[in-house]
Nanobody
Framework: VQLQASGGGVVQTGDSLRLSCAASGRTFSSFRMGWFRQAPGKEREFVAVKRWSGGSTYYSDSVKGRFTISGDNAKNTVFLQMNNLKPEDTAVYYC???????????????????WGKGTQVTVSS
């Protein structure tokens, strides 16, 4: 299984970025796909998650209303649209896939089965 994240960069406060995660190596129809992030000196934290097959999306309180997770099943790709970025959004962002419940992934990164390599997002003030 391979999760390839891309799209990070250096932006200013209020700007937008779209992260992409290309998934390959197996069928993901039963998976939950999500994004986590890790800032320097902090633990990896949940950002957003959705079922590969569609349905509701879930977000951490810190990004709700600003970030949107979506997917293109035909291209085996998951996106994270990030709007109105803030300096506190600065972190390495990781694409994640897991077969456990949505709630499990929201509660702990231990629920993730597969990780992609991170992509750095830096928001300057």
């Amino acid at each position: 299984v391979q999760l390839q994240a891309s799209g990070g960069g250096v932006v200013q406060t209020g700007d937008s970025l779209r992260l992409s995660c290309a998934a390959s190596g197996r069928t993901f129809s039963s998976f939950r796909m999500g994004w986590f992030r890790q800032a320097p000196g902090k633990e990896r934290e949940f950002v957003a998650v959705k079922r590969w097959s569609g349905g509701s999306t879930y977000y951490s309180d810190s990004v709700k209303g600003r970030f949107t997770i979506s997917g293109d099943n035909a291209k085996n790709t998951v996106f994270l649209q990030m709007n109105n970025l803030k300096p506190e959004d600065t972190a390495v962002y990781y694409c994640a896939a897991g077969e456990r419940t949505i709630l499990s992934m929201m509660r702990s990164s231990d629920a993730v089965d597969y990780w992609g390599k991170g992509t750095q997002v830096t928001v300057s003030s």
